[in-house]
């Protein structure tokens, strides 16, 4: 097999972020505390597994970071957009999901990670009130001017790269229309100011024009539209999303693929969540958590398949709730009740009882999203990276030529095992498909 052409890693890679929240300023500061101790960032597959390569005779197993050519932490410089919160080290403190000793040694370094003025719409978000705000006569006004704002960072920071991860605020759930089926169509939108184009679809058409990889973290349509696939093919650019997979979603693809596997019957999967973060408050409206319980609905069908498992899965009760509750915090309490059946149909129960952190969980995937949109970048891919499908709850999938919509893939075993082969395939090594190996 023959390795792909991937330009070196060299230079510095510029981290945007939009939105300076408890993800953003949580997977910067562990970035930095990296970087000052030397020590290997929990949770990061990028960081800290080990991939095999050919038989498995050969004993060939290297770290990812040392068979694939990342970016080096120590090259991030990070930067970002918020309507509220001034700067990094703010943004942590409100979040409080760090403590102030963790905090301290990087203080500095935080506090230098000033938010630029964002592109907020307070229709799509109503439990904020942005005050760092931009202004412009139209939306494609408000679009050159985050192009500006990428292109200052890149000459301000003397970046090689850039990669935007988009971690601000969940939006209002709205449908496709019209304005986003072409870039024509968008452009002509974002001239008009269609109230149908949301701020992140504003960043991500600023990020794709400026040639910049776009992932997405929260489950609104920011790169899922057809416009944006049309115009990540045509300018050459990585593009991927959305939702980061993490709590309870990460639970559930977990498991569901093991009582897929047994062939153990599923009839329902009650869900319930606390949670006291500005995210909790921002889902806490009817419209919001919209865009999340579409997200996190579709898992369990995907990976059980019920039309061809009628007998197991034809006939399941999939319930999510997310509560705000701001005692909580971003410690976010999630209960799952899972009823299962097995030979002759006799029930069982599952209880999951996860005190997760949401954003502990959530860092180390903007990291690995934002080493691996670069990777994805310089070994010239463009349009949806449904490799690193393995990152979200509900992965984007490239349209079929003919139209027909393909499902998306949340297995998670099943998306680790595409993210690796697509690495071990970029870079001249056999796929392991554990056949005969
Ligand atoms: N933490 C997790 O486990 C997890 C998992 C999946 C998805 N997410 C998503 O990640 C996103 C971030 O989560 P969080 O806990 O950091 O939330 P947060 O509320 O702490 O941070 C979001 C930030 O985005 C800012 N913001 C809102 N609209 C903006 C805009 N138009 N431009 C720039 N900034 C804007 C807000 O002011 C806020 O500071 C949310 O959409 C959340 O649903 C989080």
Redesign the pocket.
């Known amino acids: 097999m023959t390795a792909r052409d991937i330009a070196p890693a060299t230079g510095k890679l510029g981290v945007l972020l939009?939105?300076?929240?408890?993800?953003?300023s949580t997977f910067i500061a562990g970035v930095l505390q990296a970087r000052q101790s030397g020590e290997a960032p929990i949770g990061s597959l990028s960081q800290m597994a080990h991939i095999r390569l050919g038989d498995r005779e050969e004993g060939r197993n290297p770290l990812i970071k040392d068979f694939v050519p990342l970016a080096s932490l120590d090259d991030i410089v990070f930067g970002g957009?918020?309507?509220?919160?001034p700067n990094a080290l703010e943004?942590a403190r409100t979040?409080g999901v760090l403590e102030e000793r963790d905090l301290a040694p990087i203080s500095a370094e935080m506090e230098g990670i000033v938010a630029m003025d964002?592109?907020?719409d307070q229709s799509w978000?109503s439990r904020?009130e942005?005050t760092r705000v931009k202004t412009g006569a139209s939306k494609m006004e408000l679009a050159e001017q985050l192009i500006a704002d990428i292109e200052s960072f890149r000459t301000e920071n003397g970046c090689d790269r850039l990669v935007i991860v988009w971690?601000?605020?969940?939006e209002a759930y709205r449908d496709v229309t019209e304005v986003h089926q072409s870039v024509e169509a968008f452009e002509q939108g974002l001239r008009d100011s269609d109230p149908m184009i949301s701020?992140?679809q504003i960043y991500a058409y600023a990020a794709l024009i400026s040639g910049v990889p776009f992932a997405n973290?929260?489950?609104n349509l920011s790169t899922d539209l057809p416009c944006m696939i049309e115009l990540a093919r045509r300018e050459g650019v990585p593009i991927g999303g959305k939702?980061?997979k993490?709590?309870q979603t990460l639970m559930k693809t977990i498991l569901a693929p093991g009582f897929k596997a047994r062939m153990l019957g599923l009839r329902g999967w009650y869900s319930t969540n606390i949670l006291g973060?500005?995210?909790g408050e921002?889902?806490d409206d009817p419209e919001n958590f919209k865009s999340?319980e579409v997200s996190k609905l579709g898992v369990i069908d995907t990976i059980l398949q019920p039309d061809a498992y009628p007998d197991l899965y034809g006939n399941v009760d999939h319930v999510v709730r997310i509560n705000y509750y701001p005692p909580r915090g971003?410690n976010k309490e999630g209960w799952d009740n899972i009823d299962i059946f097995g030979w002759m149909g006799y029930p069982m129960q599952i209880k999951v009882n996860f005190l997760c952190r949401?954003?502990i969980?959530?860092a180390p995937l903007v990291l690995d999203l934002a080493l691996f949109f670069d990777l994805a970048a310089r070994a010239g891919e463009a349009g949806v990276q449904e490799w690193l499908s393995f990152y979200f709850?509900a992965p984007m999938v490239t349209p079929n030529p003919d139209g027909a919509d393909l499902p998306p893939e949340h297995d998670i075993f099943i998306q680790q095992i595409k993210l690796k082969n697509t690495l071990r395939t970029w870079m001249g090594e056999e796929p392991v498909t554990h056949t005969e190996q």
């Open positions: 939009p939105g300076l929240g408890a993800v953003a957009w918020d309507p509220i919160s943004a979040a964002a592109v907020f978000v904020l942005g971690c601000a605020s969940t701020p992140s973290g929260a489950p939702d980061f993490t709590g973060n500005r995210d921002v889902l999340k971003d949401d954003s969980l959530a709850k």
